[in-house]
């Protein structure tokens, strides 16, 4: 049974805003927290549709019964953010401001984190936290990469183990920024696994992200491709990465709610992010079906960024 940990002001709309005293009392207990982190245009109730499929994929790979205990030894939260707004039909329209809301989120979680863990000038009661782990889809993919970030500016001692993501809407560019607070700096502290499933089926990653990001605010870059768009190489980063293709896979393919792709797609990004996770038991878990999974060697990276920049031109003229 997974627990909430709400960082917006309502269920819908709204704005980033940190949690309750009362609530972080009742987190202070776990050692190891595996957050999951929904995407863009997700309000509180399409998040849990979300969030209610991966974990029923987890149960039935592990072969356990409902509301069972899926990740054994973790205490799963699940994370809702401002990725939205209450604008009707026009609601697709703030992603401009929802990367602004990830950035901040990212900040507020890596402050919840810290003070679970007993780190930096924490006010109140510490907590016993050790250890977190992530899996998260879309925008909530920046969110995550904003709270490593943040979390790695402090200093924070708590242990960053293994990341999921799924169609991550992360511009590339900004994975190659390993200074002192750049992304890929962030990303060198996942201390065991990250993964990233891509598909080039996403036409949200491959249409309208590379415009939306233009238009956000801050330094977003000029058309950047995702991450979770196609294999990504380049022989600036230092971060190690797996990536594999969820073949076919559309946007909202990932967390397994929609029936007709939830057999397929759904089903083998739980496997993945069951197998980078490590969770046990996986008694009744499928065989995965065989998918290349690239670790970005610098020799790799070099070889498939040649490719990518074939693929970036013909991906241009296509849009």
């Known amino acids: ?9 309502r269920p819908s709309g709204g704005e980033p805003q940190p949690p309750s005293e009362a609530k972080l009392v009742t987190l202070l207990a776990p050692r190891r927290i595996l957050f999951l982190v929904h995407g863009y245009n997700n309000d509180e109730s399409a998040a849990d549709e979300a969030f209610a499929a ?30 939205d707004a209450d604008w009707s039909i026009a609601s697709p329209l703030f992603y401009m401001g929802a990367v602004s809301n990830a950035r901040t989120t990212g900040g507020l979680l890596a402050g919840i ?7 930096g000038d924490t006010v109140g009661a510490a907590g016993n936290l050790e250890e977190v782990a ?24 708590t242990r960053v183990s293994r990341v999921a993501f799924f169609a991550a809407a992360v511009p590339t560019f900004k994975l190659e920024q390993n200074s002192d607070g750049g992304l890929g700096w962030a990303a060198e502290s996942i201390g065991d696994e990250w993964l990233s499933l891509f598909s080039e089926h996403d036409l949200v990653l491959g249409g309208t992200f590379p415009l939306g990001q233009t238009l956000a605010w801050g330094d977003e870059g000029v058309l950047p491709c995702a991450l979770g768009f196609a294999l990504w190489a380049s022989a600036s980063t230092t971060a190690v990465l797996s990536q594999t293709e969820n073949r076919g896979a559309g ?15 759904g089903h083998f990004a739980g496997q993945m992010a069951r197998a980078t996770l490590r969770l046990e038991p996986a008694t009744a878990a499928r065989p995965i079906e065989e998918r290349t999974t690239v670790v970005r060697s610098l020799e790799a990276r070099e070889i498939a960024a040649r490719a990518q920049e074939a693929r970036r031109f013909e991906h241009y003229y296509a849009y």
């Open 113 to 119: 984190i810290e003070r679970l863990g007993g780190g």
């Open 134 to 157: 992530f899996v998260a889809h879309s925008l909530g993919c920046r969110v995550v990469m904003e709270t490593l970030l943040a979390m790695r500016r402090a200093r924070c001692r």
């Open 1 to 9: 049974m997974s627990s909430a940990l709400s960082l917006r002001s």
């Open 251 to 265: 946007h909202g393919d990932y967390w397994g709610w929609k029936k007709k792709t939830r057999g397929r797609n």
């Open 54 to 83: 991966f974990e029923g994929i987890q149960r039935q790979l592990a072969g356990l019964p409902g509301r069972s205990d899926y990740a054994l030894g973790w205490e799963v939260m699940r994370v809702y953010w401002a990725g």
